[in-house]
């Protein structure tokens, strides 16, 4: 049987891995009424779409929905789909100038997500594609429901797991992607529908 650990009741920032990676979790980034603001402001504000990926050699649409925001010379392909990026809103401009600030880093796109209901989640993924800069973290913020992430080491298989509460930062420093997988499980407890907002900076064209 693997280890699973669940880390997260107390307060303070969180080491979350033990090795080839390094991740923090801090609770309360935000607070609780900033989190609801900021939660209906990228609901209403955003253009949300289906995502599309190529699973098995086929198109699929995901019922969750994303938006892909970014500096306007950039591109992103993942799971086989080039992705349109569209503007950043003031909102989301606020967002990351808190993040950078906070990480000593500067990020030139954000994946949205947006969670409907329990049984919408995300496989085992790591955000490794080319594009992105490897040397920068990756900065994850959520906002609405409490869901479930673990971590899955690519060679030993060793997992930790951990909540994502509303309002929360999870920072993934390289090169976690290099040797860990994530997910975002589904559940059948009804949660509220959550967005998550995952930072990156995306090399450019050369
Ligand atoms: O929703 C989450 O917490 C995870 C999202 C994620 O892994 C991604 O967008 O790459
Ligand atoms: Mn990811």
Redesign the pocket.
């Known amino acids: 049987m693997k280890q699973i650990s669940l880390m997260n009741d107390l307060d303070e920032a969180l080491t979350i891995l033990s090795k080839d990676g390094e991740v923090t979790y801090h609770k309360d980034f935000y607070s609780g009424s900033e989190s609801k603001q900021l939660f209906e402001e990228l609901l209403k504000g955003l253009n949300w779409q289906f995502d599309e990926l190529i699973m098995f050699g086929k198109k699929i649409t995901t019922t969750r929905k994303?938006v892909w925001v970014a500096d306007s010379d950039l591109s992103y392909t993942y799971s086989g789909v080039k992705k349109n990026p569209q503007e950043w809103s003031a909102p989301l401009l606020g967002i990351k100038q808190k993040l950078e600030s906070f990480c000593g880093h500067q990020f030139n796109s954000c994946?949205?997500?947006l969670?409907h209901h329990g049984d919408e989640?995300?496989g085992w993924?790591s955000?490794d594609e080319k594009e992105l800069d490897q040397n920068s973290p990756?900065a994850?913020l959520?906002f609405g429901g409490r869901?479930k992430?673990s971590f899955r080491h690519k060679k030993d298989l060793s997992k930790a797991s951990l909540f994502?509460d509303d309002g929360s930062l999870?920072l993934m420093q390289p090169p976690t992607q290099t040797y860990w997988q994530?997910?975002?499980l589904k559940t059948k407890v009804a949660v509220e529908p959550?967005i998550?907002l995952?930072f990156r900076k995306i090399n450019h064209a050369s």
């Open positions: 994303v994946l949205l997500n969670y989640g995300m993924h955000d990756i994850s959520s869901r992430f994502l999870l994530h997910t975002l959550r998550n995952t």
